[in-house]
């Protein structure tokens, strides 16, 4: 188990709401910056001359570097400290925007996604890291729901952000515009540091590896293996959803693009609700598996409901938000999921391990779902989800088992 530094809960309150606070800030950045491109397809098609697939790949780019990274960055914020680890990464997912902003090539745009990439591998590892050093064991379900939340509603109003701002002015003035947000969470994250300061660094005892004992020994889990399997899965559904979802419900229902935007925006803040009612879930429940196994059930058949096209547009947008609220409700237990099977003092690399598999799937998801909206099959985008949905429960309840196999052992 993950240990902490913080003493009694009541004492901590301040400081647990303050950091809590700051992470969730950060990682709101984060996750606006998933969209930044994808919220852009509209303007970016014609502007380059793009195929669906084209604009795909550029997601799919960004979630390589960044899966990638996040593996590696894992080791660094173990052996560095989270909290520089977090702040270079925001200073670079600024860079990454006015790169593109300036983009007059296809081959720009893709040095623009790849460098966001690498700003975006930091922030699991880091933000976690955090999370469970300075948070109190009472609050820190509550404190990975706000993470959770805070990621939504990043993920909710970057397409609202750009699209507005483009079509009032230019897409590349989105960016631009988009470019200040990194500046000023480094800014308020530079004032605060004191509050998301690292645990000291053990000093490396001869002939041992720097990052530890066992540095590389969390790899043998079968559950680290697991959650990475169920993040890679899941994340695929999600890649659909951010990247198409909008573009097929338009061709599905014959809706508008305001209101298709509308239904996406509707799951991402549904899923932030569900988020908030999963904190308290996952605080009172003892097996976390079981609970993402649930949600994701009642997900999948949602989806594929969607799918059939056999309500109103109306409805549509409420089905799109009954997905994301079912979703939103296995947040918190997914992360306490992690936590109870990451070995002690193996935060930052279980974490940039596991959380690899969420930018593995989110680079494949892109590509498989523009090919389906290339092919005219809008339908079976929500199929698919679906179909990943249900797939991610076997992962979910394997991971169960294994952790309160070892946990057993160890009784």
Known sequence: MITTTSNSPDANFASDVRVIG??????????????????????????????????????TVFFVISGVGQALAGFVVDRFGARAVLCSGIFLLGLSALALAHAQSYTALMLGAMLAGTGNSVFHPADYTILNQRVSPARVAYGFSMHGISGNI?????????????????????????????????????????????????????????????????????????????????????????SFASVALVKLYNMSLPLATSAYTAYMLASAVGMAAGGVVGARSKQPDRNVAIAFSAAAVLAVLLALAAVPAWAAVVLMGAIGL????????????????????????????????????????????????????????????????????????????KTRAVALQKA
């Open 326 to 401: 079912t979703s939103g409700v296995a947040g918190p237990s997914r992360d306490l999921m992690i936590r109870a099977a990451a070995p002690k003092n193996a935060t930052g690399r279980v974490y940039g391990v596991v959380y690899s598999g969420l930018d593995s799937g989110l680079a494949v998801g892109p590509l498989l779902f523009g090919a389906l909206m290339d092919g005219g099959h809008p339908a079976l985008v929500f199929v698919f989800i679906g179909l990943f949905q249900a797939l991610a429960i076997a992962t979910a309840v394997g991971v169960g088992g």
């Open 22 to 59: 700051l992470v969730g800030l950060a990682h709101g950045v984060s996750h606006f910056y998933h969209l930044i491109l994808a919220a852009l397809f509209v303007w970016l098609k014609p502007a380059f001359n793009l195929s669906y697939a084209e604009l795909g790949l550029l997601m």
């Open 154 to 242: 990043g993920w909710a109003l970057a397409p609202l952000f750009m699209t507005y701002v483009a079509s009032h002015y230019d897409w590349r003035i989105a960016l631009q515009c988009a470019a200040v947000l990194p500046f000023f969470v480094l800014l308020v994250l530079f004032l605060n540091r004191h509050a998301i300061r690292p645990e000291p660094l053990k000093k490396p005892v001869p002939g041992q590896p720097a990052g530890g004992e066992g540095t590389l020994d969390f790899l043998r889990l079968p559950a680290v293996w697991m959650c990475f399997a169920f993040f890679f899965i899941t994340a695929i559904a999600l890649g659909g959803i951010q």
